[in-house]
């Protein structure tokens, strides 16, 4: 029987799991992972650790290993990557040798390091790391291997990788933490400082995503959010538009 390759996209707000066996994504959730503080058993991964987060009960504690789009919890990102695997089929004995995973264009010997370690603790004999706008640019169709050259930007939660490919090849790349967080954060500070009401990130995000645009919009789209108003501090509610955002 063929042997499994996977390629991982272990990222700061999401992590992708893709099955170059079975031609599909096998896994895309949320990069967390909940323990019970005392026991430091697993108790979610994904989407319901994440669930939780803010709502966690006083004897869960809800762990992000990823940040900026580096490992920042070496054991928690193995903990939350054997469960995936495990979850979705993947037990040790069931692992093949092949593993690859995405890193930004800059990362640096350390966190391929801790990549290399993470996989051959999980059980993978064969490792690999890419660029993740190299990949980025393979996924969209958009990779030449003729002599032109293409501007691949690739916008994380916790940071952006850009590279200029031809060939097939990566030419020259760099990575910034400037990201989707940043672009959240920023709306999250407008709203409190010119509409004085006081929402959380996963509100200013939803912003981002229904009426958040790099360009100016041929129509001005309005959203609701809900929040607190910062001077009675009272629930409240207001629309938005997308020439604010």
Do not use: W
């Amino acid at each position: 029987m063929r042997k499994e390759f996977l390629g991982v996209d272990l990222g700061s707000d999401k992590t992708s799991i893709y099955s170059f066996q079975q031609n599909r994504v096998i896994f895309s959730e949320a990069t967390a992972i909940a323990y019970e503080k005392t026991s430091k058993e697993v108790k979610e991964v994904g989407f319901l650790a994440e669930k939780i987060r803010g709502k966690t009960p006083f004897h869960y504690q809800v762990i992000h290993p990823v940040i900026n789009g580096l490992i920042y919890d070496d054991d928690a990102a193995y903990d939350f990557l054997n469960t995936v695997l495990s979850r979705v089929g993947f037990s040790k004995r069931k692992r093949g040798v092949n593993i690859m995973f995405t890193a930004p264009s800059n990362c640096g010997k350390v966190h391929k390091k801790m990549l290399l370690a993470l996989a051959k603790k999980l059980g993978f004999k064969n490792v690999y790391i890419e660029s993740q706008a190299k990949l980025s640019g393979i996924g969209i169709g958009e990779i030449s291997f003729a002599p032109v050259a293409t501007l691949i930007a690739d916008i994380g939660s916790g940071i952006t990788d850009i590279a200029l490919l031809s060939m097939g090849e990566v030419v020259t790349a760099d990575s910034t933490a400037i990201a989707g967080d940043t672009f959240d954060e920023a709306i999250r500070r407008y709203v409190i400082q010119k509409q004085h009401l006081k929402i959380s990130l996963k509100t200013a995000e939803y912003i981002k995503m229904k009426i958040g645009s790099i360009r100016e919009l041929s129509e001005n789209r309005l959203v609701e959010i809900k929040g607190r108003d910062t001077v009675t501090s009272l629930p409240s509610s207001i629309l938005i538009s997308s020439g604010e955002i």
